[in-house]
């Protein structure tokens, strides 16, 4: 069973420039979240999606933040424009729905750097 | 959710038991007991949760004391794989994940 995707692995740009990380869940887990995780620090969740719906966006930081989960499957975290304190890994879990919804599986991250 | 607190770092010899403490002394009766680890370079992953009673799956046991005060998490016989950083998180039903910082174990050849 394919687990969680995200792509890019490892991403550099520098400040003012807008980066894009995208997100493939495992196949039939209709929730889906994006989170943030700080060096030394533990995940921070930026976004919860059950199906397309933004359940849970309270800590994403709208002014230069959005995301987008068409169809209910892939989904894509942007940031525009990026500022050196962005630099962090970024990771995508997906889950089913419930109780379950604790049981999250998490890709490997995105880890961008901006300079 | 109930704030948890585990010490920052263990060690562990290889093919001992290695027991993460996690004391969540505020906890509600209706909250959780999750354990999810983070591997270098890795997203974190899920390895077992409960709420009352002792549980055990094929990673691990969870041991929950009777009063829900603290829990620990035994691995039954650690390798060197299972250096990583462990966390306890306690919540209620689905709400969101809160990790704090966790326990850094290092398993010793």
């Known amino acids: 069973e394919a687990g969680v995707v995200q792509s890019p692995r490892y991403k550099i740009i520098e400040k003012k420039q807008p980066v894009a990380f995208w997100c493939n869940p495992i196949s039939g887990h209709n929730t889906l979240y994006w989170y943030r995780q700080n060096l030394g620090q533990g995940p921070e969740l930026l976004i919860r999606y059950e199906n397309e719906e933004a359940v849970d966006d309270s800590q994403l930081p709208k002014d230069r933040f959005s995301a987008e989960r068409l169809k209910g499957v892939d989904s894509t975290l942007k940031i525009q424009p990026a500022e050196l304190g962005d630099s962090a890994v970024y990771l995508c879990a997906s889950s089913l729905l419930g109780l379950a919804a604790n049981e999250q599986f998490f890709g490997p991250g995105t880890r961008l750097t901006v300079l | 959710d109930a704030k948890t607190t585990q010490p920052p770092s263990m060690d562990c010899a290889e093919g001992r038991a290695a027991n993460l403490p996690c004391n969540h002394s505020t906890i509600s009766g209706n909250e959780y007991v999750y354990w999810y680890r983070q591997i270098h370079s890795q997203g974190p992953q899920y390895i077992i949760h409960?709420?009352?009673n002792n549980e055990t799956n094929e990673m691990a046991s969870l041991i929950i004391t009777e009063d829900r005060k603290s829990s620990t998490l035994i691995l039954p016989h650690a390798t060197l794989r299972d250096t990583a950083v462990y966390y306890c998180i306690g919540l209620f039903g689905n709400e969101k994940l809160t990790f704090g910082t966790g326990t850094r174990l290092t398993i010793i050849p």
């Open positions: 409960g709420l009352k």
